[in-house]
C-alpha cells in the first residue's frame, strides 16, 4: 500500500474527529484544585540543618504545618532551598519524631519515658558530678586555671550567634575549656 504524506493527513485528522465528536468539556471537569496554602498562616523562619542560613516560609493551618518553602525574600537563599530543607516538613510531620524524653538505664534493654522535669534535673546532677570530680584549681606548674577537662560542649549549626555566645558564657562559667560550634551538625 502507497501512502502519501497527504492521504496519511486525511486520514490522521478523520481519526481524531471522529474520537472526540462526543466527548465534551463542561465547566466542572475543567478546574484546578485550590492551593494546599489557601487558609494557612504564614511564618518565616530559618532553616535549622545548616550553618548557612537558609530563610524558609511556614505555612500552618490548626497549628500543623501543611507546606514548607524558600523565602524569596531573604537574601542569603532568594526563594531556593537544599535538599535537607525542602524535607523541613518532615521534622513537623513525622510519625516517627519523637516527642518527649527517652531513657534507657545503664544495663536495661529498653526504653522509658521521662518528664522534662526529670531530664533536666539528671542533666544538672550529672554535669555538677562530673565537674566536681574532675576538677582542676591549679596546673602542674601552681598557676590557677579553674577548669575540667572531663566534659565538652559542641554546639550545632541551628543556633545562632547570641545563641552560641550565651552557650559559650555557661561553658566558660562551668570551667569547660573543650569548647566548639560545628555548621554541619
Not at 39 to 59: D, F, N
Request: with cysteine.
Amino acid at each position: 500500500m502507497d501512502v502519501t504524506r497527504r492521504g496519511f493527513l486525511k486520514v490522521s485528522l478523520g481519526t481524531l474527529v471522529a474520537s472526540g465528536a462526543g466527548a465534551t468539556i463542561r465547566p466542572t471537569d475543567a478546574h484546578a484544585d485550590p492551593p494546599k496554602i489557601t487558609y494557612t498562616k504564614q511564618t518565616t523562619s530559618i532553616c535549622p540543618y545548616c550553618g548557612v542560613g537558609c530563610g524558609v516560609v511556614l505555612y500552618t493551618r490548626g497549628g500543623q504545618v501543611v507546606n514548607v518553602e524558600g523565602d524569596p525574600d531573604h537574601p542569603i537563599n532568594q526563594g531556593s532551598l537544599c535538599s535537607k530543607g525542602q524535607s523541613l516538613f518532615q521534622i513537623a510531620q513525622s510519625p516517627h519524631r519523637l516527642k518527649s524524653v527517652r531513657y534507657r538505664a545503664p544495663g536495661s534493654d529498653h526504653w522509658e519515658e521521662k518528664g522534662w522535669e526529670w531530664a533536666m534535673h539528671s542533666i544538672a546532677k550529672n554535669v555538677k558530678a562530673t565537674r566536681d570530680a574532675t576538677f582542676i584549681q591549679r596546673n602542674k606548674d601552681g598557676n590557677v586555671v579553674n577548669r575540667t577537662e572531663a566534659i565538652a560542649s559542641l554546639g550545632g549549626a541551628a543556633l545562632d550567634n547570641e545563641e552560641c555566645y550565651v552557650v559559650d558564657k555557661l561553658m566558660r562559667a562551668l570551667g569547660i575549656v573543650y569548647l566548639e560550634q560545628q555548621a554541619r551538625l
